[in-house]
């Protein structure tokens, strides 16, 4: 689990850059910000269900 939340931290932290540039108007930026944020959740929500397995598995 703990691999997977850092795998999403190092995501965000990539498009660190994209999003100042697509800020500027850069719309190549732009399309990059949007294909990391649709890897941002995927990562979230596969960090999400891991969370509930492991959560069930302890009741």
Known sequence: ???DY???KRL???AADDVAKAQGGNKAA???VRKIMQDVKSAAQELRKKV???RSAGE
């Open 52 to 54: 509930l397995e492991t």
């Open 12 to 14: 965000v932290e990539s």
């Open 30 to 32: 732009g399309t990059r």
């Open 1 to 3: 689990m703990l691999e």
């Open 6 to 8: 850092e795998k999403l």
